[in-house]
């Protein structure tokens, strides 16, 4: 069994201002973790994965995110908020190997004030 | 461009009425799914499909039918449409896990 939190439906940053999405994940397996964005109207885009290796990854527009597994965190930061940002972001953990059904977080859409 | 189509974009259905709704994508990916999001409660697992001819339920599959007699296509039927079912679905395909999902853009119905 599998479930993801998201703490925060809704998080306000200014313009320049970090940004901090969070996301605990539970797992009996080994996970592998995702955050995706939804821009208005869109699908979802992979922004960043973490499946092994290097527990601090790299995505795309200066996101980042860390894989901790003493505290089953994947927190998603990005160092200065840009307007272009504003979006919905969804965590999401699946198990390792073959096939495995991904279970998503209910979102946290990301407001950025300029 | 690779990826996954969604057609149609909009549909509004009367109750009792149904339809289906298309999802191809062209990148060869075994692993298909559909989605409905709604406000709050993220995305929720339809049905999916490992191969061709292999169909599961997710956790809200009453209400929907697939089938998966191609690589390419993963259609979802609503068999008679009900007001519940208003939402946004969305395809996704993968092909190796460690890449993530493709997703659609998406088929926003209201069934009125």
């Known amino acids: 069994a599998q479930s993801v939190t998201q703490l925060g439906s809704h998080v306000s940053v200014s313009e320049g201002a970090l940004v901090l999405l969070r996301c605990n994940y539970s797992?009996?397996?080994?996970?592998?973790l995702f955050w995706y964005v939804q821009y208005p109207n869109q699908g979802l885009q992979l922004l960043l994965k973490y499946t092994t290796g290097a527990t601090l990854v790299k995505g795309i527009n200066g996101f980042e995110a860390e894989f901790k597994k003493s505290e089953t965190s994947f927190h998603l930061t990005k160092p200065s908020a840009h307007m272009s940002d504003a979006a919905e972001y969804f965590c999401a953990v699946s198990g390792s190997g073959g096939y495995q059904k991904v279970t998503f977080g209910t979102g946290t859409k990301l407001q950025v004030i300029p | 461009n690779a990826g996954v189509t969604q057609t149609p974009k909009f549909q509004v259905l009367k109750t009792g009425q149904s339809m289906t709704l298309q999802c191809a994508q062209d990148?060869?990916?075994?692993?298909m799914s559909w989605y409905r999001q709604d406000p709050g409660m993220g995305l929720r697992l339809i049905h999916y499909s490992v191969g061709a001819g292999i169909t599961d339920q997710g956790e809200v599959p009453n209400g929907y039918n697939v089938s998966r007699s191609t690589t390419e296509d993963f259609p979802l039927r609503l068999l008679s449409a009900a007001p519940s079912q208003t939402s946004v679905y969305f395809c996704?395909?993968?092909?190796?896990?460690?890449?993530?999902?493709?997703f659609g853009s998406g088929t926003r119905l209201t069934v009125v």
């Open positions: 990148m060869n990916h075994e692993y």
């Open positions: 797992s009996s397996v080994p996970p592998y």
């Open positions: 996704a395909s993968l092909g190796e896990v460690t890449r993530g999902y493709t």
